[in-house]
């Protein structure tokens, strides 16, 4: 049986209250099968408050969509 492991590393710029409205990000993803890393997914995008990302890379055989939000930690 094929071990499916997903790795997801994000990095974004750490934002000022009055400014957080939007963020720079950058994001890695490896699909790794029994230790193997068998395809990567690397994207770079901005992300605006309220609205959500999209990246729909999907193939005939496979559904692949990388979605992203941003929020506060404290946003109420």
């Given at each position: 049986?094929?071990?499916?492991t997903t790795l997801?590393?994000?990095?974004?710029a750490?934002?000022?209250?009055?400014?957080?409205?939007?963020?720079?990000?950058?994001?890695?993803?490896?699909?790794?099968?029994?230790?193997?890393?068998?395809?990567?997914?690397?994207?770079?995008?901005?992300?605006?408050?309220?609205?959500?990302?999209?990246?729909?890379?999907?193939?005939?055989?496979?559904?692949?969509?990388?979605?992203?939000?941003?929020?506060?930690?404290?946003?109420?």
């Amino acid at each position: 049986m094929n071990k499916l492991t997903t790795l997801i590393f994000i990095a974004t710029a750490i934002l000022a209250a009055p400014t957080w409205a939007s963020a720079s990000c950058s994001v890695e993803v490896n699909h790794v099968v029994n230790g193997t890393v068998i395809e990567t997914y690397t994207k770079d995008f901005a992300v605006t408050r309220g609205v959500v990302f999209v990246d729909d890379v999907s193939e005939v055989q496979r559904q692949k969509r990388f979605t992203a939000t941003l929020a506060r930690v404290d946003d109420h």
